[in-house]
T-cell receptor, first 114, second 114 residues
Framework: ETGVTQTPRHLVMGMTNKKSLKCEQHLGHNAMYWYKQSAKKPLELMFVYSLEERVENNSVPSRFSPECPNSSHLFLHLHTLQPEDSALYLC?????????????FGQGTRLTVV | AQKVTQAQTEISVVEKEDVTLDCVYETRDTTYYLFWYKQPPSGELVFLIR??????QNEISGRYSWNFQKSTSSFNFTITASQVVDSAVYFCALREAAGNKLTFGGGTRVLVKP
């Protein structure tokens, strides 16, 4: 248990569906991240939120829409996805402004787009 | 831009053998931190060790040890007397002091056979 919880753990969705991934942390951190892990690519940073403000968006397609309503929760809203979006989506958190601190990761959501 | 390279994609050993994982990084920043994470089949990234850019003293923690050489931009990680439970994917990561971004290498899959 790292203190970062992701739900659901597994998700299968059609290309026309709309779904959301949820991440919750109880560590008092105020920076949160979404990473994508595909089978043939390294971990890709998608979004970074710091103090509930998006500070980084790594050229992610608009069919992925993040939301950070407060420092403990992070969502990734999905719509009209493509099969190549199938991957493990990992959420992480860390204290803001402390580059020496490791990020804590959730167990991920395994997404399959059919 | 920061970059992390793990040249070994997969290593297979027999239990009790030592395993050394290579990591080479690139950064323009003089202040940064390096990390090693383990990803077991469950998917969660587990923090193992960290080292800052100003401390080249190598250490041992239990069965883990690391060799940080700034001159060659390398941060290698060794598991001594490997066990089957060490089977996982291991990631090297870099975070610069200036930002929130944690950049990962491509990972090395370690398979420890009984």
């Amino acid at each position: 248990e790292t203190g970062v919880t992701q739900t659901p753990r597994h998700l299968v969705m059609g290309m026309t569906n709309k779904k959301s991934l949820k991440c919750e942390q109880h560590l008092g951190h105020n920076a949160m991240y979404w990473y994508k892990q595909s089978a043939k690519k390294p971990l890709e940073l998608m979004f970074v939120y710091s103090l509930e403000e998006r500070v980084e968006n790594n050229s992610v397609p608009s069919r992925f829409s993040p939301e950070c309503p407060n420092s403990s929760h992070l969502f990734l809203h999905l719509h009209t996805l493509q099969p190549e979006d199938s991957a493990l989506y990992l959420c992480a958190s860390s204290p803001q402004g402390t580059y020496w601190t490791e990020a804590f990761f959730g167990q991920g959501t395994r997404l399959t787009v059919v | 831009a920061q970059k992390v390279t793990q040249a070994q994609t997969e290593i297979s050993v027999v239990e009790k053998e030592d395993v050394t994982l290579d990591c080479v990084y690139e950064t323009r920043d003089t202040t940064y931190y390096l990390f090693w994470y383990k990803q077991p089949p469950s998917g969660e990234l587990v923090f193992l060790i960290r080292r800052n850019s100003f401390d080249e003293q190598n250490e041992i923690s239990g069965r883990y040890s690391w060799n940080f050489q700034k001159s060659t931009s390398s941060f290698n990680f060794t598991i001594t007397a490997s066990q089957v439970v060490d089977s996982a994917v291991y990631f090297c990561a870099l975070r610069e002091a200036a930002g929130n971004k944690l950049t990962f290498g491509g990972g090395t899959r370690v398979l420890v056979k009984p």
